[in-house]
């Protein structure tokens, strides 16, 4: 559908089941347009998956340097021990927002739009989107993972607004 499922609908909590490729690229192609419909709309986001859209398929999409990837399948293989804090905004919970700790960096399987098998190391914020994107196909939604007594309506303080150390 292409209305976005709000945190309280149980598709968000399911965790997913790999999808056949070409029902990986239709659902792919399908999120590309969603996510630019409400890009278009509310001037932000860089991530949506197919649970967001009531698929219970594990593919997502990351909107990153004005390019839309399509991730089918995907696993994380490894995760750094050392984290990072950030406030991470979700189509599905806005407006509220809260500093989610993740790994710095992570190891990732997936396959892409063409069919490729590909294997590849991620750090910064794209490490960020696709931990947060991953959640989703595990069921897991960001604010309730996020710091205690940190979840408030966004644009509270924009200077919480990038990647921070743990202390
Ligand atoms: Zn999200």
Not at 62 to 83: A, C, G, M, W
Request: charged share 30%.
């Amino acid at each position: 559908m292409e209305e976005i499922i709000k945190v309280g609908n149980p598709i968000l909590t399911e965790k997913t089941v790999d999808a056949d490729f070409q029902q990986g690229v239709v659902i792919g192609h399908f999120l590309i347009k969603v996510l630019k419909k409400y890009r278009e709309k509310i001037g932000w986001a860089r991530g949506l998956a197919a649970p967001q859209i009531g698929e219970n398929k594990s593919v997502f999409i990351t909107f990153v340097d004005d390019t839309f990837h399509i991730y089918i399948n995907p696993r994380i293989l490894k995760k750094s021990v050392e984290q990072n804090l950030y406030r991470e905004g979700c189509l599905s919970c806005a407006p509220f927002c809260g500093d989610v700790k993740r790994s710095k960096s992570i190891t990732m399987e997936y396959v892409d739009e063409y069919g490729n098998f590909n294997i590849k190391e991620y750090d910064g914020f794209i490490a960020r989107l696709l931990q947060h994107e991953y959640d989703h196909l595990e069921g897991i939604l960001n604010i309730e993972i996020a710091e205690v007594g940190t979840v408030e309506e966004m644009n509270s303080d924009s200077l919480l607004e990038k990647m921070r150390d743990v202390v």
